[in-house]
């Protein structure tokens, strides 16, 4: 790391966590960078039209929530709330109206909640 050999456990993980969890910030400051070079300071610049209906996304259905839910696999960490797939699977009945609504309305709305927009990376 920094052309420095590291050799202890602990400085290894944490240098690899650095890594892999700053490569989107990095990335962003990157287009950030080029953006400035090229005058283009942020996405209006370039997309002018707001084009709200220009894209369609089918409501996600009863059946195949279900689906989708039974090929979670129960070896999964939980993310940022902490529910792993396997509590989700075994409560699917009680789970899938709700869940139904939140998906839809997000697509419906095209809002995204910023918790659903995270990732734990964990290297192997």
Avoid: W
């Avoid at 050799?7 to 969890?21: G, M, R």
């Amino acid at each position: 790391m920094n052309n420095k050999e590291i050799t202890q456990l602990t400085n290894i993980s944490n240098s690899l966590n650095a890594y892999f969890t700053s490569i989107g910030e990095n990335f962003v400051k990157d287009i950030d960078k080029h953006n400035r070079t090229q005058h283009f300071n942020n996405y209006k610049t370039y997309c002018t039209l707001s084009l709200k209906n220009s894209l369609f996304c089918t409501p996600v259905g009863r059946n195949e929530l279900i689906y989708i839910n039974s090929k979670l696999k129960n070896n999964k960490s939980p993310g940022p709330d902490n529910i792993g797939s396997k509590l989700v699977k075994d409560n699917v009945s009680i789970l899938v109206d709700p869940l139904i609504h939140l998906f839809n309305l997000s697509i419906t709305t095209g809002v995204v909640p910023d918790k659903l927009k995270l990732a734990k990376v964990i290297p192997v």
